[in-house]
């Protein structure tokens, strides 16, 4: 794969820039799954006023441009791997709230409810052990796809010069390829293949997921 402008090797750039691109992936998704499974279950088990709150949040969260706010949060306090995660969580929360949310509206008024509920079963125990557990399948498939765009958003903002600059990501290898496209174009080439394929992939496995977990496209 050659070597960058100051003779460092490419390759052992991409393996190290894997870690911290998958672990601001992954970290960053889960931020955004726990966030949403705990927003979407309160407002779509209370209903009401509670749920009318939340979603308004939550849409104001869906409408504001992702990167815009990711740019202007990582500017003023900082592009470190864990700023950067907090904020792509912050950020990536409504998709998982609103699949709950649905999911919830559903199954709260099955029988395995009104049963529990007869038998005295507390509020936290009837959401997060009774019904929460049948309507994780569609979060986990989107947590497999916020993987993905994690990665992506990181990359971005390494591209940009926002990222952490004692880490060597994909995106920082991009950034640092521009100046040098015409002469050394493998420098952007292998970052950005890596980042298409890993995307890619967490994608497949997405769809893989959704054909796995997904009821109604099983063989009856």
Known sequence: M?????????????????????MVGLLSAATAASIGIII????GYSGGVIDD??????????????????????????????????????LSWPTAARLIRAQFFTLKERAFVEAAKSLGVGTFTMV?????PNAIAPVIVQT?????????????????GLGDPSEFTWGYMLNSAQRYLR?????????????????MALNLMGDGLNDALNPRLKER
């Open 144 to 160: 497999s796809l916020e993987v993905a765009n994690a990665i992506l958003l990181e990359s971005m903002l390494s591209f940009l």
């Open 40 to 43: 979407g279950s309160v407002a």
């Open 53 to 90: 709150l939340l979603m308004r949040a939550t849409e104001f969260f869906q409408i504001v441009p992702r990167l815009v706010l990711a740019l202007v949060i990582v500017a003023l306090f900082g592009g470190s791997v864990w700023n950067v995660i907090v904020v792509i969580g912050l």
């Open 183 to 199: 002469i050394s174009w493998w420098m952007a080439l292998f970052p950005g293949v890596a980042i298409l394929t890993t995307v």
């Open 128 to 132: 997060f052990e009774e019904i929460l």
């Open 2 to 22: 050659g070597t960058d402008h100051v003779g460092r090797d490419i390759y052992s750039g991409i393996i190290w820039g894997t870690r911290v691109s998958v």
